[in-house]
C-alpha cells in the first residue's frame, strides 16, 4: 500500500531563517505531488505541483521554492522565512490515470516568529 | 477555470441529528468532485469522490453526497451525527484532465453538541 510522510511534524523558526521541508511517498511510482498551505481558518492553496523528476509548477508567487530531485520525493524550501509564511504545510501525491483523487501527508506546522 | 463555494464556515448539530454540508461548485468542464475530511492537526482523509458514475456516491463513516449537475451542487449527508464527526470538511473539485490539482473551497467546520 502507498504511504505518504513530512517531517518535520511542527516546526518553530525565527524570521530571515531558511526553510527546508520534505515529503516522501512509498508505494507507487512517478505520482504527481503537491504542496499545500493552509492557514490559520482559511482553505488550502495550491503552492506548487509537480509532474516528474525536476519538473516543478509555481501556483504562487511567494517566497518559497520547491524541488523533485527524485521520484518520490519532494522538498519545499525557503531562503528567507517571514512572518506570512507561518502555517500548516500539506503535502499531496495522485496516480497517474486516477481521478486525480489526492493523498495527502500529515503536515508540518511551521510558526515563524 | 473550476471553484466551489462551501456555504456556511461554521455547522452545529446535536449528536443524532442530520449533517448537511453544502457545496456548490463551478466548472467548465465535466467535474470530478471530492469531499475530505480533517482532524485537529492532521492531513486530510477522503471521505467520497464523485467521478461521473452513479449520482449518489457513498463514502465512509456513514457520509453520502449526491451529484446534481443542474444546481451545479454536491452536499454531504449523514443522517445520525456523532461526536467522532466533529471536525472540518473540505469540498474539492478537479477536471479530468490537465494539471491534475484540486480546488478546495474555504471549509466548514462541523460542530456536534451532545
Redesign the interface.
Known sequence: SQTIHQWPATLVQPVGSPLSLECTVEGTSNP?L?WYRQAAG???Q?LF?SVGIGQI?S?VPQNLSASRPQDRQFILSSKKLLLSDSG?Y?C?W?AGGS?????????T?LTVL | AQSVTQLGSHVSVSEGALVLLRCNYSSSVPPYLFWYVQYPNQGLQLLLKYTSAATLVKGINGFEAEFKKSETSFHLTKPSAHMSDAAEYFCAVSAPTGRRALTFGSGTRLQVQP
Do not use: C, D, I
Request: charged share 15%; net charge neutral; proline share 4%.
Open positions: 504527481n503537491y482559511r482553505g488550502l495550491l505541483y509548477s501556483e500548516f500539506l499531496a495522485t481521478y486525480n483523487e489526492q493523498f495527502f501527508g500529515p503536515g506546522r
